[in-house]
């Protein structure tokens, strides 16, 4: 077991290992599949790989084309799971190729050629069929070398069938292959023959829409950058993006990808930061600026200090929340891998019952071959899989269907202020020095106690000192206690920073009613103890919010309502000017409760928020939005959908999205579930021969793609 170990460190182009910090034991293994076409697929492949000793958990990705496996590696290794990945019939490819970036034309021109290749093969077996031609050549060719030519052509299919049956697994093919023999039972070898053709046809199309599926996957995928220019011993050497070390500096020139997330430490340049923040106009950045991996320097060059690599990058971590969106399947499309697994059962019942009252073979075979369960496991993720991956490419990353489905039932918004419907930037606007100190001392200890917090109300404090050139002590002792404030000692004080909660006696200051009627918000400062200050901030309101909340009404959200930390008065002042309601002095425990309650009375409730201080409520909602979230570890891993800017008209936009997504997946079910009824019926009747059903049994899957390739074109 120790060879298979060392397998996994070996094969480092394909093979990906996440450490699982949980369980000191278990790591997290990708292994890259080929060969899947359907949900179908991924089932067997999880199976046969959760089968084997020490493997914990294991989900297979469709459109990733991988598998995510969680395992004890002193139990199980990579040469394990290739072996059951390929007794399953798919294979671990020895190394990774690079994916096409010129997916949307090859899936044009397939399209064209799939449909017109179709109708081609299609009216012949129709003219045929309606000339008597079959039946001639069925009685000038003897049966042994019709069932000969069947044999060649469905070899390919008939292995996999034999393959499954060994494993005591059920599939489309098992039953269209039934179909075939109870064809050439009965003498009729050009319809088992054509039978044949349209099984491989079939098999042409599944593959086509599976790849469509991972289309935008792929084309988001294609963005990375592969190698990188780096400074080493005083020359520009370039390496492979897996080369490159923390730390490194490495030299972007004009025109190229920037390859790392890091600090710009020299240079200037004009960078498209699309592939990141789906925003087309481009930034400027400078030394001290912070870039972004997969991004453009279209103007100047830059020296970068790398401070993440590879998938641990912001675009890395993009790409990893929609490959594995596919795992957060949606309900609907959990009811649609059940009914799938039923249903072939139930067609063969039925075969089996149209046999034994007609007693017609031909149109039990027809009943076999028209059946194909595929339709029906397609349904659901060509369409989820294709918003979110569109959706993505604009700087909005939906972490799964269940969220898609869950974000169009939505209908009550519950949103934070600072950060969120704010910039997020406040800045000092008065500071009033109480009991005798000056307001540079003041400003001073409240800026050094705040020196190391991460909250957007610190940094104004000390944007203020510094803006006044004022000296920062490093404190120590430092707390900070979520929604109050923070505490440390500096220059041997004991200073308290934050709202009422946190320092006392703070309502009988003066002035604070009249600051907090102008809806600034208040940080009130304390020396041991004892009130010294009041440190009045304004944010601004981001332009765009207004017009957002108008269009999330419209779409029928029925409740939008302010949860915030802050104060009753300047609260109040936020919630007049949009018009909805609040609801202040709120904890992060607060808030949560608001979402249960909401929650509790029957409502699918959205939260939105900064990601960092609302997580928990951002968690506990249906579904919770982070702001802005680029480059930022916790926003992303909080939230169910992340806005890689922050722009408020990207909410109804994901609304939509939604809406529109969960819309085409009931017409793709709608319509497959229609089509197999009406085509189970024509063949049991003996109205769809087999020649006909074969050919019926494809235009399923190509009818889902084109509905589904609608929210391509709309995103």
């Not at 069932?147 to 052509?153: D, E, F, S, Y």
């Not at 029957?602 to 409520?617: E, K």
Request: aromatic share 4%.
């Amino acid at each position: 077991m120790a060879a298979e170990v060392d397998e996994n460190t070996r094969v480092k182009t394909n093979l990906h290992i996440r450490r699982t910090p949980s369980v000191a034991n278990l790591q997290t293994l990708e292994v890259p599949v080929k060969g899947m076409d359907c949900s179908e697929c991924t089932v067997h492949v999880r199976q046969a790989i959760a089968r084997l000793p020490g493997v914990e958990s294991v989900e297979v990705l469709l459109a990733a084309e991988k598998a995510v496996v969680r395992l004890d590696p002193a139990r199980v290794g990579v040469s394990a799971i290739r072996k059951a990945v390929e007794e399953a019939g798919y294979s671990v490819p020895d190394s990774a190729t690079p994916p096409s970036v010129s997916l949307g034309n090859f899936n044009r021109r397939m399209t064209v050629l799939l449909a017109v290749v179709f109708s081609i093969v299609l009216s012949i077996v129709i003219a045929g069929e309606w000339l008597g031609l079959f039946d001639r050549l069925n009685e000038l060719v003897p049966l042994p070398a019709g069932v000969a030519l069947v044999i060649v052509g469905g070899l390919p299919v008939f292995r996999t069938v034999v393959q499954a049956a060994l494993k005591r697994q059920i599939t489309s093919h098992t039953l269209m292959t039934v179909g075939v023999i109870a064809a050439l039972i009965v003498g009729e070898w050009v319809a088992a023959a054509i039978v044949v053709v349209f099984m491989r046809v079939g098999d042409y199309v599944e593959r086509f829409t599976a790849e469509s599926a991972r289309r935008a996957v792929k084309e988001l995928t294609a963005l990375a950058p592969q190698t990188a220019r780096v400074e080493r011993d005083g020359a520009e050497v370039e390496v492979p993006i897996a080369q490159v070390n923390l730390g490194e500096i490495v030299i972007v020139r004009p025109g190229e990808k920037i390859p790392v997330d890091g600090e710009v430490v020299a240079g200037h340049a004009t960078v498209d930061q699309a592939a990141i923040t789906g925003e087309s106009m481009p930034v400027e950045v400078a030394e001290g600026s912070h870039v972004f991996a997969a991004t453009f320097a279209k103007l100047g060059s830059l020296r970068v200090k790398a401070l993440r690599l590879g998938a641990d990058t912001t675009f890395g971590r993009v790409i990893r929340m929609v490959e594995e969106a596919e795992a957060h399947r949606a309900d609907v499309q959990r009811v649609a891998d059940k009914f799938s697994a039923y249903y072939l059962p139930v067609v063969a019942g039925i075969a089996a019952l149209t046999f034994l009252i007609r007693g017609d073979a031909l149109a039990m075979a027809a009943v076999l071959v028209v059946a194909c369960s595929c339709s029906f496991a397609l349904a659901t993720p060509v369409a989820v899989l294709a918003a979110i991956g569109a959706s993505a490419k604009r700087g909005l990353l939906i972490k799964g269907g269940k969220y898609l489905e869950a974000l169009a039932r939505a209908d009550v918004v519950l949103v934070d202020k600072t950060g969120t419907l704010t910039l997020g930037q406040p800045h000092i606007t008065d500071v009033i020095a109480l009991n005798g100190l000056s307001s540079p001392e003041v400003l001073t200890l409240a800026a050094s106690a705040e020196r190391y917090s991460e909250h957007p109300l610190a940094e104004a404090v000390r944007t203020a000192a510094r803006a006044r050139t004022l000296p920062l002590a490093e404190p120590q002792d430092f707390e900070a206690i979520p929604g109050m404030g923070v505490r440390a000692r500096v220059n041997g004080y004991s200073v308290e920073v934050g709202n009422r909660r946190l320092v006392s006696a703070s309502e009988s200051l003066p002035l604070a009613q009249h600051l907090e009627a102008q809806g600034k918000t208040l940080l009130f400062v304390a020396l041991d103890g004892k009130p010294a200050a009041i440190l009045a901030v304004a944010d601004t309101l981001r332009a765009e919010v207004p017009a957002a909340l108008a269009k999330l009404r419209t779409l029928g959200i029925k409740q939008i309502e302010l949860l915030t930390g802050d104060n009753e008065r300047t609260a109040a002042a936020l919630a007049e000017k949009l018009g909805v309601p609040y609801r202040a002095n709120l904890l992060p425990e607060h808030k949560i409760e608001v979402v249960k309650d909401y929650q509790a009375r029957g409502h699918t409730v959205v939260m939105i928020g900064d990601g960092v201080n609302d997580a928990p409520a951002l968690a506990q909602a249906n579904i919770g939005i982070a702001m802005g979230v680029a480059g930022a570890d916790i926003a992303a891993e909080a939230a169910h959908i992340a806005l890689m800017r922050e722009d408020w008209m990207l909410i109804p936009d994901a609304l939509r999205v939604a809406r529109r997504t969960m819309g085409v997946v009931k017409m793709n079910i709608a319509f497959t579930a229609i089509y197999n009824l009406v085509g189970l019926t024509l063949a049991a009747l003996g109205v769809l021969p087999p020649t006909l059903a074969a050919a019926a049994q494809s235009l399923p899957d190509l009818g889902i793609l084109a509905n589904s390739a609608r929210l391509l074109r709309q995103h």
